[in-house]
């Protein structure tokens, strides 16, 4: 009953609505990063979960693991470098103060 | 190439053309503040022309049949330009005086213009204009006769517009050209329509004979009557007379050469030039002798009040240029062609003349001369009375012969009234003329105040140079025995002499025309107890009238503030902001508008975006799922 | 059409000049001026000399297309790079090797962001050469949208006078006119059949009618909005005026042919009929733009403006000259592009001068300009006097081809447009006076005369005017050469 894919999947999700949480209710802008690397993470379970029970090639999901790992690693490096920049400019770096672009 | 070297009369007519342009080019470009050097290369470049026309009129005295040379200048499809030359007797005689006058010209200005900063410039223009005006008289088709055409308005506006600091001679410059232009878009329209309809417009081709059979009449004679427009316009006819007058703000010997004996002429040139189909055409001629009666009357009568002495002697040149076109157009082609040429002489002396009297004194005002003794100038003052005997029609100077010649050619046309207009013409040419000389003449002490001329001023001279005195005995030479040379000439131009029928009643009414003109300006002007107010001062409204130049130029001046600026420009930019402009500007501006209609949407509140993302996406998937 | 391949790669060696000397520019330091001067004149200076070569070297008695390249590009939708010469471009190429060179000499004073300057001017005359010289209508367009884009960068950074607007006026202007090139260029593409690109085996195939009526009038207006056909004519003054000289230079000069040159070469060429049905209008348009160019010009006070709108006029000319559809009209028209595009560069170059020493270009508060630089403002009067159409300058011939030809062709419109041009006159000599006569201002009387080295450029424009304005012949014949099959296959 432990090792199948369900148990995998409902980790997955679990990972992911923590993570949506965190993006949609966390103020600062670097939980807000980390909450969209465990939204990542989810995908990455999910991959790796499908992969072990159900594909027919063994590689495959890895290597979208390992694709989702490089991108999250230049989103972090990226939303890092934007997340200084907006506290070079608004010395704060809370979401709800960034309202320049307000129509 | 070699034709060009080895016939002298190609070289010749090559070089009238080439000379006077390197001299332009030359003193443009490099030696435009060196005023010797630039006189040097001018006064060259006018000399050669100058031997070559008068050679060629000797070489080709007795020629029957006329030379043309042709090139090909353009070859599109169906306009084909040729440049060439066509040597006639109309041409060469029309060359040399173009080439003689213009080199006196340059003479006489060595003094004129002596000390003035644009006096290279000055040289070059006249180059310029040399060009052109040898231009037109030589050229074997009529498209590079526009050519040449639109180059001497060009020269004329430069020339002109030469003290260009003077807001009158920038205006004055600026209207002679537009003006000009106005008649040169008739006779460019003329051109196009022959060319669309006959093609070939050689001079040579439609001057022949078969060329009045061939077309119909309605295009001889639009075509004429639009070539004629450019006439009007070139040679100062009513009613687009009004630059001529204007253009006296250009330098005298400027207003000498072009404004009287060459340039202005160049419009009865074209008509002789194209004399056989002009003539073929009765609307045309018609028209023209109304419009060159208009003129003769009008302009005469605006020399009469007039008191700057080159007005008087420019309305006289208009007078004189209708009395040609009147010649012409009474069917006789060598009267006017032969007046012409005599008024190229005696009008060119006659603004020399004045050109000397006002170096000197300083004003334009002939009565001002007078006050200061400008009788005691001798040369100036002999001369200038022999040529406006010569313009008033007395024997034995040029004038007479010549108006002689035209009011014959009036006299046998059927409708007397044109005849009756002439004498009375010839009778205020020699009242406006007389009127001027006697007053110079005969000063009296009651002369006005001394004013300041609007011309250049000078330091106070003393006596005449001799380079400005020289062209003078020369031109009264020839107004002198021009007169006697009628037979030649019409030998020359006509192939054969006139029969001279002797009339007497002619000969007699023209002599007293001219008489009583001078007898009434002696009146008026010259004997010692005359009041010095023209007869025409008893009736102050047409004094008036006349004063105010007929309110041709008001009239000009109205049509042009209130059509051109006032309606066109001013509804057309209108309709440009408003209407062209404002119309794709509104489109832009909607689209922003629009924009910012549905901008309160963007909150810039990053989560509560994100939210409905999620949302929305969620319930997508779910329906997606569900609806199964 | 004949054929004849060239022997050496001279067309995409003049496409290359200034790309080398684009990528050249791009690895020199910012503060390097004179090195980025020199680069980007050498380059022009390649592009003019082989434009030269090109233009000496046609031969005339042969024909057809001339210095042909053509190699496989994009296999699959029959895209080429295929680039010759013949009559019609020649002159054109020519004229932007003429205005490349001039316009670089005149911003010679430039000291505003020089490097990112040259660049972009090159990037620009690179699109414009391609345009010129490709014969291949994807190719031709991928230039086209090459040379518009550069203006906007140009216009918004070195600009003056209201440049946002302007710059995003022009682009959007001329953006709209590509959205109708495309629908127009892709229509053709797909009804021909035959899978290509080549617009002289397209000119093979005989669209059905209802192709090439709505291709035409779509090519016509998408070109048609560059070359300032009326009413879409609106752009181009506030362009111009906005612009740097040089820009003004280029985009008058060479950047409205380009439009013209897409109606001959693509619209007229490909859809023959298509252009019989549309003559009417365009003559009307054409016509309205002379007239109306002239009336508006009238009223101006800035020089920009009144040449922006003597544009309008002479681009009308060259309007009219291809409406005709005669041999005279397009020869006309031709050589009125080449004329229009030495004398407005020749008129910008001008005021460029003045306006770099004054800070204003508005009529009333110059004047007397002929006192104080009597060589700038020379060249300024013998622009205006090019612009009057005076005799002895190359566009007096073109104007008169152009002018007997609508006569015959339209008689109305013809005599309506040729009257116009005595206002032509009045307007360009009001400005002369305005500005060049009268007593100078005693504010500007302490600027100095342009330099001979400064001259140069004008000097240069002035001596093609004349030359060909002498000896038409040197240019007529070349054209006509293309032009007389071109007609006959309309």
């Known amino acids: ?103 | 190439m070699s034709a060009w070297f080895s016939d002298l009369t190609l070289l010749g007519c090559f070089l009238c053309m080439v000379l006077p342009i390197a001299s332009f080019g030359l003193i443009m470009i490099f030696t435009r503040n060196n005023h010797k050097l630039s006189l040097a290369i001018s006064l060259l470049c006018s000399t050669i022309p100058l031997m070559i026309a008068w050679s060629l009129l000797y070489r080709y005295w007795d020629i029957a049949e006329p030379i043309v040379y042709n090139y090909d200048w353009i070859l599109s499809d169906f306009i084909k330009i040729p440049f060439g030359f066509l040597l006639d007797p109309t041409s060469l005689l029309m060359l040399t005086i173009v080439a003689t006058i213009s080199w006196l010209v340059q003479i006489y200005s060595i003094g004129y213009m002596e000390g003035d900063p644009g006096f290279g410039n000055y040289y070059a223009f006249l180059s310029l204009f040399a060009l052109s005006m040898l231009g037109v008289s030589i050229s074997s088709g009529l498209l590079q006769l526009y050519i040449c055409w639109e180059l001497v308005g060009v020269s004329s506006y430069l020339l002109i517009g030469f003290w260009y600091e003077k807001f009158s001679a920038s205006e004055a410059g600026k209207k002679a050209f537009v003006v000009t232009r106005f008649g040169d878009v008739g006779f460019f329209m003329g051109l196009a329509i022959l060319t669309i309809f006959y093609g070939n417009l050689e001079i040579a081709n439609i001057n022949s004979a078969a060329v009045a059979q061939s077309m119909p009449p309605w295009l001889i004679s639009t075509g004429a009557l639009l070539i004629f427009c450019g006439v009007m316009g070139k040679s100062a006819q009513f009613p687009l007379h009004v630059w001529l007058p204007d253009a006296m703000e250009g330098p005298t010997p400027v207003s000498a050469l072009l404004h009287s004996a060459t340039m202005v002429a160049a419009g009865v040139f074209l008509i002789a030039r194209i004399y056989p189909f002009f003539s073929a055409s009765p609307e045309a001629m018609a028209v023209a002798l109304a419009l060159g009666t208009i003129t003769l009357l009008l302009s005469s009568t605006i020399g009469m009040v007039a008191t700057d002495i080159k007005q008087v002697w420019a309305y006289s040149t208009v007078s004189q240029l209708g009395f040609m076109i009147m010649g012409l157009a009474a069917g006789s082609y060598f009267a006017g062609y032969f007046h012409l040429t005599t008024h190229a002489g005696f009008k060119a002396l006659l603004f020399l003349c004045s050109g000397v009297f006002i170096h000197h004194f300083g004003t334009n005002d002939f009565f001002v001369m007078a006050a200061k003794g400008g009788r005691k100038l001798i040369i100036p003052m002999v001369t200038i009375t022999i040529a406006a005997l010569a313009l008033s029609g007395i024997f034995p100077f040029s004038g007479f012969f010549s108006k002689e010649a035209i009011l014959g050619a009036l006299y046998h046309h059927p409708n007397k009234i044109w005849f009756l207009m002439g004498l009375f013409g010839a009778f205020l040419t020699a009242y406006y003329t007389f009127r001027v000389i006697f007053v110079m003449l005969f000063p009296k002490n009651s002369a006005p105040e001394e004013k300041h001329g609007h011309d250049e001023p000078h330091e106070e001279h003393h006596g005449v140079p001799w380079v400005m005195s020289i062209p003078l005995l020369i031109l009264a030479t020839f107004t002198i025995i021009l007169g006697f040379c009628q037979g030649y000439l019409e030998r020359f131009l006509l192939g054969h002499t006139l029969h001279h029928e002797h009339n007497y009643l002619l000969l007699v009414s023209a002599v007293i025309a001219a008489l009583s003109g001078i007898g009434l300006a002696w009146l008026d002007w010259g004997s010692k107890k005359a009041k010095c107010v023209g007869f025409i001062s008893y009736v102050p409204a047409l004094e008036n009238f006349f004063k105010e130049k007929w309110y041709m130029d008001h009239f000009w001046r109205w049509f042009l503030n209130a059509f051109i600026y006032g309606t066109f420009s001013r509804l057309f930019t209108y309709n440009d902001r408003r209407v062209v402009d404002g119309g794709v500007d509104t489109v832009a501006f909607s689209t922003i508008g629009s924009g910012r209609l549905l901008s309160f949407l963007q909150t810039a509140l990053l989560q509560l975006n994100l939210l409905f993302m999620v949302v929305v996406v969620a319930g997508v998937g779910l329906y997606l799922l569900m609806g199964r | ?490």
């Open chain 1, 1 to 103: 009953m432990i090792n199948n894919v369900e148990t995998y999947l409902y980790i997955a999700l679990f990972l992911f609505a923590i993570g949506l949480y965190g993006v949609l209710a966390r103020r600062s802008l670097i939980a807000v990063l980390i909450s969209v690397e465990l939204m990542l993470n989810a995908a990455m379970i999910n991959f790796m979960a499908f992969n072990r029970f159900l594909a027919p090639h063994p590689a495959v999901g890895q290597i979208y693991a390992l694709f989702i790992m490089a991108v999250a690693a230049a989103e972090a490096a990226i939303g890092l470098s934007i997340i200084v920049a907006i506290y070079r400019k608004m010395k704060s770096i809370n979401v709800e103060h960034a309202t320049e672009l307000r129509g």
């Open chain 3, 1 to 490: 059409m004949v054929e004849h391949v060239a022997d050496f790669p001279y067309l995409t060696c003049m496409l290359l000049a200034p790309v080398v000397g684009l990528t050249i520019i791009l690895f020199l330091k910012e503060e390097w001026h004179f090195l980025i001067r020199v680069v980007s004149l050498s380059a022009a200076a390649i592009a003019l000399g082989l434009s030269i070569y090109t233009f000496v070297n046609y031969d005339t008695a042969l024909g057809g297309l001339q210095f042909v390249e053509k190699y496989e590009w994009v296999k699959s939708f029959g895209i080429y790079y295929y680039v010759g010469v013949d009559g019609i471009n020649a002159p054109l190429l020519l004229l932007t090797g003429i205005v490349i060179f001039t316009g670089v000499l005149t911003m010679w004073e430039l000291e505003n962001r020089v490097k990112e300057y040259f660049a972009f001017m090159l990037a620009l005359v690179t699109g414009v050469f391609g345009v010129f010289m490709s014969m291949d209508m994807f190719v031709f367009f991928l230039f086209y949208e090459i040379a518009v884009v550069p203006m906007y960068i140009l216009i918004l950074i070195w600009g003056s006078t209201r440049k946002i607007y302007a710059a995003m006026k022009l682009t959007l202007y001329l953006m709209a006119g590509s959205g109708l090139i495309i629908p127009g260029i892709l229509l053709l593409y797909a009804t021909s059949g035959i899978n290509t690109f080549d617009m002289i085996q397209l000119h093979g195939v005989h669209f059905a009618p209802w192709v090439q009526k709505t291709a035409f009038v779509l090519l016509y207006f998408g070109f048609g909005v560059l070359a300032a056909v009326w009413p879409f004519h609106t752009w181009s003054p506030v362009g111009h005026v906005a612009a740097p000289t040089a820009v003004s230079m280029l985009h008058a000069g060479v950047l409205m042919k380009l439009g013209a040159y897409g109606i001959l070469r693509v619209a007229m060429f490909l859809c023959p009929d298509g252009f019989q049905y549309w003559a009417q209008l365009m003559a009307l348009l054409a016509a309205v733009g002379i007239v109306y160019g002239v009336f508006v010009g009238l009223a101006q006070t800035d020089l920009k403006y009144v040449i922006g709108y003597s544009s309008v006029s002479h681009m009308g000319i060259v309007g009219l000259g291809l409406a005709t559809g005669t041999v005279d009209g397009i020869n006309g028209s031709v050589f009125q592009m080449f004329a229009h595009g030495v004398m407005t560069a020749l008129f910008f170059s001008a005021v460029g001068y003045i306006y770099d020493r004054t800070h204003t270009r508005m009529i009333y508060e110059l004047g007397g300009f002929s006192k104080i630089m009597p060589v700038a403002s020379g060249y300024f009067i013998i622009a205006a006097l090019c612009g009057a159409g005076v005799p002895g300058f190359a566009s007096f011939w073109a104007e008169l081809l152009v002018f007997i030809s609508a006569v015959k062709v339209f008689p109305v419109r013809g005599l309506i447009a040729l009257a116009s041009i005595v206002i032509g006159a009045l307007f360009a000599l009001r400005v002369v006076q305005k500005t060049f006569y009268n007593e100078p201002n005693p504010k500007f009387i302490h600027f100095k005369d342009v330099s001979p080295f400064l001259g140069l450029p004008r000097a240069i424009l002035v001596a093609t005017m004349v030359l060909f304005g002498i000896f038409p012949r040197l240019m007529l014949d070349l054209i006509k050469s293309a032009v007389v099959p071109f007609v006959n296959g309309l």
